[in-house]
């Protein structure tokens, strides 16, 4: 049986915003202990791959690639015939000493190369060599093949909340046969067809809560307007192909204590240790603190990150902007004004345009996003990515740490991700090479930071 599926608008948001220097995969840096996966001189590598090949039927998607429809130019999902297991997982060796600042530069490596167009758009590198019998597996994979915004099937589906060592083999696949040019160009005048019955079907369910539809038009306005850029910052300029990856990791209690005795939220926390960094590795730059109060920097966050193990499914057409203090040095008088200004942040919602565009100009879906980006809204993205409270395992690995990686977009030069996994919170930035070669500097800078907050707190409440 033909089959093919046409890509959604939140999906063809993110097709549409990649390019040569815009890279619109998701993925991120997963350090095991190598436990059972062991062998003498490295891992089972032939095991991993037959477990990752065995899985990918909880993951259909990724045997499939994308074709344009004729005329439309509209992209779908066809099943990819010459799909070849040993193309996407990919097996490679740190050298000795396999330490932290070599795995990032690897890291920032495969970050930095586009996913080939014609192949299902995904990759993972195991990573051999790393320190304390450690590997690591290296995800990419292309935004429209998430669930939201880091909703990694593939991932989701290799590891298992206990550590089960056996397997069996998936299901034999068969890839189905691709539609012909006539046949997507019949599917694309039957979609256009039927578009008004959906438009309206679209209208009317959004109607059914008059509640929720006066807010979803409220934010949407919000979303179509221009909105005042935020000022122009050395983070703020065309971005390059090449990337540079760090991490750091903080632990997850000390944020929660700090959130509860504060009567304020764990995503203040980190924003306030954010801002604090950003106002730090702007002053090592010689933006001194009287100069960054004339700054109006924002952080864009989604409202509904999702994660990996959530139940909560992220959504990439509705987020928040908020300003961030950047110039205030004193950790809880910055914590305070965080907080007021997640309370006074400025929603953008973008769904039900998409929705709406979605049947009647599928092309025009992302075309508020792409503008208010054009316009510089924001200066960078934060996302906080939920996670499991306990360990997750792969074939008897455990999974130590998780450092999520998610694309620039536009005129950003930096992106920060938080995952919160086990215990911890694990950063994970991402940034351009040439705009951000001091990264290690803003490291520092959080990590300073997020300790004086905890100092502060800690004093404050004794």
């Known amino acids: 049986m033909i089959f093919s599926e046409p890509v959604s608008a939140q999906q063809r948001l993110h097709l549409d915003l990649d390019d040569s220097h815009v890279h619109m995969h998701v993925g991120g840096a997963f350090i095991f202990d190598a436990g059972p996966l062991a062998l003498e001189g490295g891992i089972n590598i032939d095991r991993i791959l037959d477990f990752v090949e065995s899985r990918l039927y909880r993951a259909p998607r990724f045997r499939q ?4 429809t004729p005329i439309e130019g509209s992209p779908v999902w066809v099943d990819d015939s010459s799909f070849n297991i040993r193309y996407h997982v990919r097996h490679t060796h740190l050298p000795h000493p396999g330490d932290e600042r070599q795995m990032k530069r690897l890291v920032g490596q495969i970050a930095s190369q586009r996913l080939d167009r014609e192949r299902p758009l995904w ?22 093949m998430t669930s939201g915004l880091w909703g990694i099937g593939l991932i989701e589906a290799l590891m298992s909340g206990s550590p089960e060592r056996d397997f069996e083999s998936g299901p034999i696949w068969l890839p189905r046969p691709a539609p012909s040019r006539e046949d997507l160009i019949r599917a694309a005048l039957g979609r256009r067809l039927m578009a008004p019955v959906q438009f309206a079907r679209t209208v009317y369910e959004a109607a059914s ?7 979803d038009v409220t934010r949407s306005i919000a979303g179509l307007r221009d909105l005042e850029p935020a000022s122009s910052t050395p983070l703020n300029a065309p971005i390059g192909p090449h990337r540079r990856f760090d991490w750091v990791a903080f632990d997850a209690k000390q944020a929660n204590q700090i959130a509860v005795d504060q009567g304020t939220s764990v995503d203040a926390v980190i924003l306030s240790t954010l801002a604090g960094a950003i106002g730090r590795f702007f002053s090592r730059r010689g933006i001194t603190p009287p100069d960054q109060r004339d700054l109006d920097f924002r952080a864009a966050s989604p409202e509904q990150a999702g994660g990996l193990f959530s139940e909560v499914e992220g959504d990439a057409l509705s987020w928040v902007i908020t300003e961030l203090p950047i110039a205030e040095t004193d950790p809880m008088k910055r914590l305070a004004l965080t907080s007021e200004a997640i309370d006074n942040s400025t929603p953008v919602n973008y769904r039900l345009f998409a929705s709406v565009m979605e049947w009647l100009w599928p092309s025009l879906a992302s075309a508020p996003a792409r503008r208010q980006l054009g316009r510089g809204a924001s200066n960078l993205i934060f996302t906080k990515l939920a996670g499991p409270a306990s360990h997750r395992f792969l074939l008897g690995a455990e999974l130590l740490e998780a450092y999520p990686l998610l694309p620039l977009v536009p005129e950003q030069a930096l992106r920060i991700s938080v995952f919160d996994y086990a215990g911890g919170l694990y950063w994970g930035v991402n940034s351009e090479w040439d705009l951000v070669p001091d990264l290690h500097d803003l490291m520092d800078a959080t990590t300073e930071c997020f300790q004086e907050l905890c100092d502060a707190a800690a004093e404050r409440a004794a």
């Open 123 to 144: 990759e993972l590198h195991i990573v051999e060599g790393l320190a304390e019998g450690r590997f690591a597996i290296v995800a990419k994979v292309h935004q429209c």
């Open 209 to 215: 809560d008059l509640d929720e539809l006066g807010e």
């Open 65 to 68: 690639r994308i074709v344009r």
